[in-house]
Structure formats: structure tokens, C-alpha cells
């Protein structure tokens, strides 16, 4: 059984940092792609940061490009390090395993597993 668990969500001020952890368990096979996504209250899910199981593509949303960092290629943790966090950032973050990830987007497929999600709220 298959199992994705997230951590490291949190209320922080305008400015300051957070470090999400997602650890995959169960999988029958080796490193997979992994990646973030994030939902806000009556938004649409979106493709916040996805790498490749050998970290030679990363992706990043453009809205968080230069203050995310996903680490943790061909391991079965990946993390999301986010500086600088807005108001705008406030989602509940989920981890997803088994991604397709290209230069230029994150998407889940078929077989992609989540995780139950962590919350991540910004205050201004």
C-alpha cells in the first residue's frame, strides 16, 4: 500500500519561511517523480514546484520562481523550502507522487498518489 505523508505546514508572517516534507512509502518500484501542489478556498488546484526522479527537470509555478526550492530528487522524501512566503501563498499544499513533469508545467496522472495535505497559512 501506497502511502504519501506530508509535514511542515504552518501560520507564518509576510516574509518569513517554511520547509514541506513529503515522504512515499510502499511503492513497488524505485524514485518517481514528485511534486507540490497547492489548493486555496475556492481556487483551482495548481502545479506549485515537480522534479524528475533524476532532478534533471524542475518545475516551478511562475508566481513562486525564485523564493521555492524542491529538493530531494531520487529519494523517497522530497521537500519544498519556500522563503519569502505572501498572503497569496496560503493553500493547503499537497504532495504528489508519480507526476508528470515537463520545463514548462506539473501535471497528476492517472496513477499519481497524494497526500492528505499540510496547510500553510501566511498572515500579512
Known amino acids: 500500500q501506497v502511502e504519501v505523508v506530508e509535514s511542515g505546514g504552518g501560520s507564518v508572517q509576510a516574509g518569513g519561511s517554511l520547509r514541506l516534507s513529503c515522504t512515499v512509502s510502499g511503492l513497488t518500484y524505485g524514485a518517481n517523480n514528485m511534486g507540490w501542489f497547492r489548493q486555496a478556498p475556492g481556487r483551482e488546484r495548481e502545479g506549485v514546484s515537480c522534479?524528475?526522479?533524476?532532478?534533471?527537470?524542475t518545475y516551478y509555478t511562475d508566481s513562486v520562481q525564485g523564493r521555492f526550492t524542491i529538493s530531494g530528487a531520487g529519494g523517497n522524501t522530497v521537500y519544498l523550502q519556500m522563503n519569502s512566503l505572501k498572503p497569496e501563498d496560503t493553500a493547503m499544499y499537497y504532495c504528489a507522487s508519480v507526476v508528470n513533469v515537463q520545463s514548462n508545467r506539473c501535471t497528476p496522472i492517472s496513477s499519481t498518489y497524494w497526500g492528505r495535505g499540510t496547510q500553510v497559512t501566511v498572515s500579512s
Open positions: 522534479v524528475t526522479w533524476s532532478g534533471s527537470i
